[in-house]
């Protein structure tokens, strides 16, 4: 492990924990709009497509809001931007318990909660962690994105008998009091950190990429299109896989905690491919994890009947072992690529693919099923994309050289 000298090893070991932490609480409530999902459809009679207008439009918010996350946090720092997202999250699930029509949730869990959860997520982190981890960016990315697989597997099934037992509005109350009461000691484990002057960031920008740099080489986009190739592959499947079960016939909370378990997977997955690409490099990393996830779909897509566990299972696993699994290699190729003060903001206009993507596959795979009556259509787009992904990916093997002349550093 290699860091600037400004920390100790214990000290960063706590800065990765903290990150962790404070990403999986986030994107906990979240994930748990998928279990909201299925009961607003019983309680209020809204087709799968207005379900899926709320997680489309948190999708658009967070890819559009990312450029503003990142240039804030490269010129607030992480603390800040926790106690601004924290706050915000907070008031969007406390409010989200008082919801009665569908544009209700569209706004506080589209545009509200997003906006705060996007406050406490990668594009904060990533250009801090870049900062202090250098030769094992991979890895310590990797740690981070598995936050996002961890809050899956542990949102679904908690969710599911919260609601059992508090009803939904009780649920968003509690989450809602949650959040606030953890908020300030999230914060303070990022106090002095990531914050720089003015005049540091001008010292440091002559050695960086700037935006304008980055978004003159073929490689910028090319990350945009992995983005939003990987979006439109894995929420064509992700936000409906509890529906799908129990439309297939699976009892809901055993179906919740398979789904769960098999998103419990991307823990280890996330940070065994993250490491890996240290070593193997990001790309032959990256197409790996798409492979394993076109698998998953596949097995999914078999399943005809409640009587299939081992397919269930067998979706779960593969599905889940690898999601966001090249999170960490997209994210560190970005900074391997564009190095330098401006990360945060590069990588956050980057980000606008997954969230372009991120919402159009949750939507459309809404609004495929309330079409045919089935999401077979739409898990065969999911492999459509991740094969394009795969492709996008595997075309950045070269480092992209500036119009100077010079090659940036890896």
């Known amino acids: 492990m290699s860091s600037t000298n400004t920390l100790s090893p214990t000290r960063l070991w706590i800065l990765l924990g903290a990150a962790f932490l404070t990403f999986s609480i986030g994107a906990g409530f979240m994930h748990a709009y998928t279990v909201f999902l299925v009961t607003f459809v019983s309680v209020f009679g809204w087709s799968r497509a207005q379900v899926s207008i709320a997680y489309s439009v948190a999708q658009f918010v967070s890819g559009f809001s990312s450029p503003l996350v990142g240039w804030l946090v490269d010129r607030l720092g992480p603390r800040r931007l926790i106690l601004i997202g924290g706050v915000t999250l907070a008031l969007g699930l406390l409010a989200s318990s008082q919801a009665t029509r569908l544009w209700h949730m569209v706004v506080l869990y589209g545009i509200v909660m997003t906006l705060g959860a996007n406050c406490l997520g990668l594009v904060v982190f990533v250009p801090l962690l870049s900062r202090y981890f250098v030769r094992n960016r991979g890895m310590a990315v990797s740690v981070v994105q598995s936050a996002n697989g961890f809050a899956r597997a542990f949102s679904a099934p908690v969710t599911t008998m919260m609601i059992d037992g508090l009803g939904w509005r ?166 391997d690529l564009f190095p330098g003060p401006n990360l945060g903001t590069i990588l956050g206009v980057i980000t606008i693919g997954t969230g372009l993507g991120s919402a159009s596959g949750s939507w459309l795979a809404g609004y495929v099923f309330d079409v045919t009556g089935s999401y077979k259509v739409a898990f065969g787009l999911s492999i459509f994309f991740y094969l394009c992904g795969s492709v996008a990916f595997w075309a950045l093997r070269r480092p992209p050289a500036r119009r100077t002349g010079t090659t940036s550093p890896r």
């Open 170 to 335: 009780g649920t968003y109350l509690w989450q809602g009091a949650f959040m606030g009461v953890v908020l300030l000691p999230l914060a303070s484990l990022f106090r002095g950190l990531g914050e720089t002057t003015p005049a540091s960031r001008r010292i440091a920008s002559t050695d960086g990429w700037t935006l304008r740099e980055a978004m003159r080489t073929p490689h910028f986009w090319l990350l945009g299109a992995v983005y939003l190739f990987t979006g439109l592959g894995s929420f064509l499947v992700a936000l409906h896989q509890l529906a799908f079960a129990v439309d297939i016939g699976f009892d809901k909370l055993y179906a919740a905690w398979v789904l769960g378990m098999g998103a419990f997977l991307s823990l280890p997955g996330v940070i065994l491919t993250g490491t890996i690409s240290d070593y193997i490099g990001r790309e032959l990393s990256a197409v790996v994890t798409y492979g394993t996830s076109i698998l998953g779909v596949a097995c999914g897509m078999l399943i005809t009947s409640p009587d299939q566990h081992a397919l269930l299972w067998a979706h779960a696993c593969l599905f889940g072992l690898t999601w966001g699994a090249r999170g960490p290699a997209i994210t560190a190729k970005t900074a």
